[in-house]
C-alpha cells in the first residue's frame, strides 16, 4: 500500500510482481505513468484515487483480471480508453473526476456491475452504459441508487435500454 505518497512519481518498481493481486496507490499526486502494471496481469483490485496527475489510464489495460478500479477524485483523469478491454471489471468508481468528458473506453466492461458517476461535472453524456447488460447500479454510497449528480450529462436517453437498474 502506497497512502499519500505525494513524491512518488512512477511505479516502475512493481516490474516482475507477476503475483501481485491488490494495489494501492491512493493520493500519489504526482503519480501519471500506470506502464509498469503491464508486468502485473493477475491484479484484481487496484485503487489509484486521489492520484491528481492521473490523466489517463493506458497501463491498466494489460490488467485483464481486474475486478475493481477505483479511480474517484482524479481530477485531471480525461480517457478511460485504457479500460476497453477488462472484460471481467465489476465496480468502477469515478466519483469526482472533474476532467471526464466522456465514458468511452468503458462500453464493453460487460462484466461491470456499478459504477459511481457522481461529481463529473464535464461528463456529457452516458451514452456507453447503453450496452452494459450487467450493470445493475449507478451510484455514489449505495449499490442500489442510481445517483448521477454534479454531472455534466445533459441528457439520458441510454437509461432507457438499461432495464436490468434495479432503482431510479
Known sequence: MFNGCLSLDNINGLEGLTEIEELEFRRCGLLKDLSALASCPNIKRVDLAECSS????????????LEVIDIGECGSLKSLKGLSNLVNNKLLDLRNCKSLKTLEGIENLQGLTWVSLEGCESLENI???????????????????????????????????????EKL
Open 127 to 165: 451514452d456507453e452504459l447503453s450496452g452494459l447488460k450487467n450493470l445493475s447500479a449507478i451510484g455514489s454510497d449505495s449499490q442500489y441508487d442510481l445517483t448521477i449528480r454534479r454531472t455534466g450529462v445533459n441528457n439520458i436517453n441510454a437509461l432507457s435500454t438499461m432495464k436490468q437498474l
Open 54 to 65: 492521473l490523466e489517463t489510464v493506458d497501463g491498466l489495460k494489460y490488467c485483464k483480471t
